[in-house]
């Protein structure tokens, strides 16, 4: 079955600095790999997503990805963040099997 | 032009009470799920439908009982309340969730308290 790994519970940083999420993905064969935020209250939404081709993933919000499959790895990254970018955020891997597993998940706190 | 929707945003009940959870999408989507979000904010699927059809139901509690009468509409019905069903319900809908390359649209969640 496959699994999420994200080994960062919290992560501060400042306005304007450079922000990576790490995530870690255990499946046999070729993951659909997928980043969502959560703001305070709201349900998740889809930042970006990786099925196949080019591994480095543009998504919203000036967010991109990039797929490593000898690091098993999909981290997400932005160059400068905002104080909107104040979240929760989520990977998650689907294996064609009718469902998303999700990592546990990452909390941002964006300090002025 | 809500994409998916779930009814009522907060629920506060008994322990033992029955209650009920709508979700609708206009996406045109087939497949609907709901997910339970803990108090840790773990994310885990509890039911997953594909055109009104059950495809998972993972390792649920038989009090809940998950309703499709259409495409459109994935219900979520729980009786006897337990104290452990505190959480946030979050229904989402997805086009060919089969195949695992669908991202799923979530509903803004269902926060369920049980006292």
């Known amino acids: 079955a496959q699994s999420v790994t994200q080994p960062d519970i919290h992560i501060t940083v400042s306005e304007g600095a450079s922000l990576e999420l790490r995530c870690n993905y255990s499946?046999?064969?070729?993951?659909?790999l997928f980043w969502y935020v959560q703001s305070p209250g709201q349900g998740l939404q889809l930042l970006l997503k990786?099925?196949?081709?080019?591994?480095l993933v543009q998504g919203i919000k000036g967010f991109e990805a990039e797929f490593k499959r000898s690091q098993s790895s999909f981290n997400l990254r932005k160059p400068s963040v905002h104080w909107s970018d104040a979240a929760e955020y989520f990977c998650a891997v689907g294996a064609g099997d009718y469902k998303l597993s999700f990592g546990a998940g990452t909390t941002v706190t964006v300090r002025a | 032009d809500t994409a998916v929707s779930q009814t009522p945003k907060y629920l506060v009940t008994q322990m033992g009470n029955d209650k009920s959870i709508k979700c609708e999408q206009n996406?045109?989507?087939?497949?609907m799920y709901w997910y339970k979000q803990d108090s840790k904010k773990f994310l885990k699927i509890m039911f997953s439908?594909?055109?009104?059809?059950?495809?998972i139901n993972e390792t649920v509690p038989n009090r809940f009982s998950p309703k499709s009468p259409d495409k459109a509409h994935l219900n979520l019905h729980i009786n006897s309340l337990e104290l452990g069903d505190s959480a946030v319900y979050f229904c989402?809908?997805?086009?060919?969730?089969?195949?695992?390359?669908?991202?799923?649209?979530f509903g803004n969640g269902t926060r369920l308290t049980v006292t």
């Open positions: 499946y046999g064969a070729t993951p659909y």
């Open positions: 989402a809908s997805s086009q060919g969730g089969g195949t695992g390359t669908s991202p799923l649209h």
């Open positions: 996406l045109g989507h087939d497949t």
């Open positions: 990786y099925f196949s081709g080019d591994t």
């Open positions: 439908y594909n055109n009104k059809e059950l495809i």
